[in-house]
């Protein structure tokens, strides 16, 4: 059997890892958001930065105030909820790959809870304890 090298892999192996790595990538971007589990309300607590996510208390803030701001925020939709609801669901996708992240917010006496995690991995290396402090800074809160 001829082999034609790339780096001391055969061809159909080379191809085989691109075909894996697009099915992947594609699995990332296209795989459906089921709201049962990712609309769930977030679990109250103190502001905290998770391995996967972050929690966050807004005060004097309403849902519309909030929702404004998640609307405009670039590659973000609603997955579920409403204002009417007191609970709304984000989902926020990254630039190159698509790896989605979701945002749940719900109204509470005082203010808002949300809490931001990932989807897939284990770390999202503090970009949704990010987001939402981007989001509360866009409100006038710090």
Known sequence: MSSLGIGGLSLAAALFAVAGIVGLLGYVRLAPSDPARWHVA?????????AGGAVRNLSGVSLAQLDRVARDWPRTRVLAGSVEGGMITYVTRSAMIGFPDYTTVQAVPGGLLAHARLRFGSSD?????????????RLGQE
């Open 125 to 137: 290396l503090g970009v949704n304890g990010k987001r939402l402090d981007a989001w509360i800074a």
């Open 42 to 50: 977030p679990v109250p607590g103190p502001d905290r930065d998770l």
